[in-house]
């Protein structure tokens, strides 16, 4: 069982900055597939990055690369999200995802992730 615990959320002008954190305890693998998501109100859940630790190579959704980074400090089991030049319609609820154990061939934001953190709100005003 895994828990996974977000925090970083909260409110910031378009342009602006902001890093969410996502600690995950609980396990022991060393391999994992992790992911940030994303729904906005009347949306579809969007996949906003995946990264395979260790050495795998992040992906973004089209909408926030060269915008946000996707990070994982696999001393301190935290995965981080870096966001800049933050925008109105990044506004959303983010949630950090993980599967350990996973292989990292099927690590994508379509994989069917096994654990979730509970959400943290991002919004950005114009």
């Known amino acids: 069982r895994l828990y996974l615990v977000q925090s970083g959320g909260g409110s910031v002008q378009t342009g602006g900055s902001r890093r969410l954190s996502c600690v995950i305890s609980?396990?022991?693998?060393?391999?994992?597939?992790l992911a940030w998501f994303r729904r906005a109100p009347g949306k579809a859940r969007e996949g906003v990055a995946t990264?395979?630790?260790?050495?795998?190579?992040?992906a973004y959704a089209d909408s926030v690369k060269g915008r946000f980074t996707v990070s994982y400090d696999e001393a301190e089991k935290t995965l981080y999200l870096q966001m800049n030049s933050l925008r109105p319609e990044d506004s959303a609820t983010y949630f950090c995802?993980?599967?350990?154990?996973?292989?990292?061939?099927?690590?994508?934001?379509?994989?069917?992730?096994?654990?979730w953190g509970l959400g943290t709100q991002v919004t950005v005003s114009s």
């Open positions: 990264l395979y630790s260790p050495g795998g190579t992040a």
């Open positions: 995802a993980a599967d350990p154990g996973s292989p990292k061939r099927l690590c994508t934001a379509s994989y069917d992730f096994g654990y």
């Open positions: 609980g396990y022991a693998y060393r391999e994992n597939c």
